[in-house]
Nanobody, 119 residues
Framework: QVQLVESGGGLVQPGGSLRLSCAASGSIFSIYTMSWYRQAPGKQRELVAHISTSGRTNYADSVKGRFTIDRHYANNTGYLQMNSLKPEDTAVYYC?????????????WGQGTQVTVSS
């Protein structure tokens, strides 16, 4: 069993920054890809950022130049650095990872962390 736990969310003023973390634990052989999604009230969940096994990244157009996804292989942790935050970035942010647990490869989700951008 694999668990993903997000942290780092909170309330921030427009123009501020937050750094989200996603810690994976359990029977992990390898983490292939990691992604961050977000879901605002009344809206569908959307992909924010993705990092591949090779480290290649891609971002939603709405966050390009402001958000940076990264991962630390040694401690099975992913990060989302969010700068120049806007009120429209307010949402619950979810970590998603494709993980091999010695038996099979599955996609796991974290429980989400709330990000609120407001003055």
């Amino acid at each position: 069993q694999v668990q993903l736990v997000e942290s780092g969310g909170g309330l921030v003023q427009p123009g501020g920054s937050l750094r989200l973390s996603c810690a994976a634990s359990g029977s992990i052989f390898s983490i292939y890809t990691m992604s961050w999604y977000r879901q605002a009230p009344g809206k569908q969940r959307e992909l924010v950022a993705h990092i591949s096994t090779s480290g290649r990244t891609n971002y939603a157009d709405s966050v390009k130049g402001r958000f940076t996804i990264d991962r630390h292989y040694a401690n099975n942790t992913g990060y989302l650095q969010m700068n120049s935050l806007k009120p429209e970035d307010t949402a619950v942010y979810y970590c998603n990872a494709e993980v091999s647990d010695y038996i099979s490869t599955q996609t796991y989700w974290g429980q989400g962390t709330q990000v609120t951008v407001s003055s």
